[in-house]
């Protein structure tokens, strides 16, 4: 449930909540108080719940591959527990460019390489010669220390200037 009130743009209700897990809204009830006595920041309004911070760790890598290496990067990442909430580059002209990219398991990972692939849109990397960012959340900063270390391992992170 943290992870779809993570991902989710707005107000999640309890009776969608619900419906998605196939559970009674009195049980929704039960997990978030579950979630909130974990650390979990979450607002109940009249539109549904809100998370408002994580007590995930959060960290940005700063990577440079090729396209090909593109899904490799994403499946090491989620492998190790992570999250890559976003990719963004610095452009000389626009300056920083980002999306949002809620990316936790493989199946996200599948689906948006099948996007990539498809002709749909095109990697922002793309236009930074292969340098982008991602910020990635994990459940502690030991985590993220183990994502920051394959990804180094397999030369995804980019070179300090």
Same mark, same amino acid.
């Given at each position: ?29 039960? #997990? ?13 309004? !009249?539109?549904? %719940? ?21 899904? #490799? ?5 989620? #492998? ?5 909430? #976003?990719?963004?580059?610095? !452009?000389?002209? %626009? ?12 199946? !996200? ?21 292969? %340098?982008?960012? !991602? ?20 030369? %995804? ?5």
């Amino acid at each position: 449930m943290a992870h779809l009130l993570m991902s989710s743009q707005g107000p999640v209700s309890g009776g969608e909540l619900a419906a998605r897990f196939g559970v009674s809204r009195q049980v929704i009830v039960q #997990d978030i108080s579950l979630l909130k006595a974990a650390g979990f920041e979450i607002l109940s309004t !009249h539109q549904g %719940y809100i998370l408002r911070q994580t007590p995930l760790a959060e960290r940005v890598f700063k990577v440079r591959h090729t396209t090909g290496q593109t899904e #490799d990067e994403l499946n090491l990442i989620v #492998d190790l527990g992570g999250m890559v909430m #976003d990719v963004f580059v610095w !452009h000389r002209v %626009y300056g920083k460019v980002q999306a949002k990219l809620n990316i936790f398991s493989r199946l !996200h990972v599948r689906q948006f390489i099948e996007g990539v692939r498809s002709g749909q849109s095109t990697e922002l990397m793309n236009i930074t010669g292969g %340098y982008h960012y !991602h910020t990635v959340r994990a459940e502690s900063e030991e985590a993220l220390d183990r994502i920051g270390r394959a990804l180094e391992k397999e030369n %995804y992170i980019a070179p300090e200037k």
